[in-house]
Nanobody, 123 residues
Framework: EAHLVESGGGLVQAGGSLRLSCAAS????????IGWFRQAPGKEREAVAC????????YYADFVRDRFTASNDFATKTAYLQMNSLKPEDTAVYYC????????????????WGQGSQVTVSS
């Protein structure tokens, strides 16, 4: 069973940067998707970015495009979400998740989830 451990959240001022990490273990990487999702209080969980181990070109939600960068280190099975130019509306709990390759970047297609990291952006 896959196990995901996140790190790197915290408090930052608007315009600042944070990097989230997601260390994955317990699965054979024959082809998979790493997704980043977030959930703010009172809101539904939404997709932020997804990266395939096989296909090119990460998917980014429009509201983070050109500010966030998702990447995978396949050798260490660690995923990263670099978040720049953060805004107060980016405040949420951020989750990484694992799915079989080729699935849409939608939460219900992801089977294994990290514990979540709180990101708070002050104005």
């Amino acid at each position: 069973e896959a196990h995901l451990v996140e790190s790197g959240g915290g408090l930052v001022q608007a315009g600042g940067s944070l990097r989230l990490s997601c260390a994955a273990s317990g699965f054979t990487p024959t082809g998979y998707e790493i997704g980043w999702f977030r959930q703010a209080p009172g809101k539904e969980r939404e997709a932020v970015a997804c990266v395939s181990s096989i296909e090119d070109g990460p998917y980014y939600a429009d509201f983070v495009r050109d500010r966030f960068t998702a990447s995978n280190d396949f050798a260490t099975k660690t995923a990263y979400l670099q978040m720049n130019s953060l805004k107060p509306e980016d405040t949420a709990v951020y989750y990484c998740a694992l799915a079989n390759r080729g699935v849409p970047c939608i939460a219900r297609y992801f089977d294994s989830w990290g514990q979540g990291s709180q990101v708070t952006v002050s104005s």
